[in-house]
T-cell receptor
Framework: LAKTTQPISMDSYEGQEVNITCSHN???????ITWYQQFPSQGPRFIIQ???TKVTNEVASLFIPADRKSSTLSLPRVSLSDTAVYYC????????????FGPGTRLSVLP | EAGVAQSPRYKIIEKRQSVAFWCNPI?????LYWYQQILGQGPKLLIQ????????DSQLPKDRFSAERLKGVDSTLKIQPAKLEDSAVYLC??????????FGQGTRLTVV
């Protein structure tokens, strides 16, 4: 399983765009990149997934360069409610594979 | 639609006591996971089931932890006897589609 590295913490202000970058240098050809969000007292929640280039949904955008050795989660115009821990995961559709979480990035949105 | 119910939400026990957690996922999802999340850390896999069978329990402390999955749906995780370092949130998750995990809200265990 590819190891991921992301910043331990980030601070931002309401209304700003936040970009969280994740490194995954040994990503495999059949691996996807998935980001989860976790609020206190809740389980992690899937927010976005991609394989290459750019993916956008109603919550976030995910940018993946051609070499796929990194990815960037972009949260547009954050609010206080976006304060959470964000996890970057890399893995394939192999049902025998589990989901490996690192320590994540603790995002604090300030007023 | 995915859904995972866990009970209880909170549990406080004394060390050396026993405790059990329940996971009730919506049916139709073959793969189920139990994770342990210690405060300030990411979730760590304890055990993975495929239907009734165990796929991976390499990180389960088998001298005190046990888990089973009944009829490929509900699952229980037990700790006997509990230690102070077992204080954590225990998360149950199911695999949704090929590449996504859906988590329950977890059970917060405090061992005193």
């Amino acid at each position: 399983l590819a190891k991921t590295t992301q910043p331990i913490s980030m601070d931002s202000y309401e209304g700003q765009e936040v970009n969280i970058t994740c490194s995954h240098n040994n990503i495999a050809t059949n691996d996807y990149i998935t980001w989860y969000q976790q609020f206190p007292s809740q389980g992690p929640r899937f927010i976005i997934q991609g394989y290459k280039t750019k993916v956008t949904n109603e919550v976030a955008s995910l940018f993946i360069p051609a070499d796929r050795k990194s990815s960037t989660l972009s949260l547009p115009r954050v609010s206080l409610s976006d304060t959470a821990v964000y996890y970057c995961l890399v893995g394939s559709d192999n049902y025998g594979q589990n989901f490996v979480f690192g320590p994540g990035t603790r995002l604090s949105v300030l007023p | 639609e995915a859904g995972v119910a866990q009970s209880p939400r909170y549990k406080i026990i004394e060390k050396r006591q026993s405790v059990a957690f329940w996971c009730n996922p919506i049916s139709g999802h073959a793969t189920l996971y139990w994770y342990q999340q210690i405060l300030g850390q990411g979730p760590k896999l304890l055990i993975q089931f495929q239907n009734n069978g165990v796929v991976d329990d390499s990180q389960l402390p088998k001298d005190r932890f046990s888990a089973e999955r009944l009829k490929g749906v509900d699952s229980t995780l037990k700790i006997q006897p509990a230690k102070l370092e077992d204080s954590a949130v225990y998360l149950c998750a199911i695999r949704v589609g090929a590449t996504e995990a859906f988590f329950g809200q977890g059970t917060r265990l405090t061992v005193v």
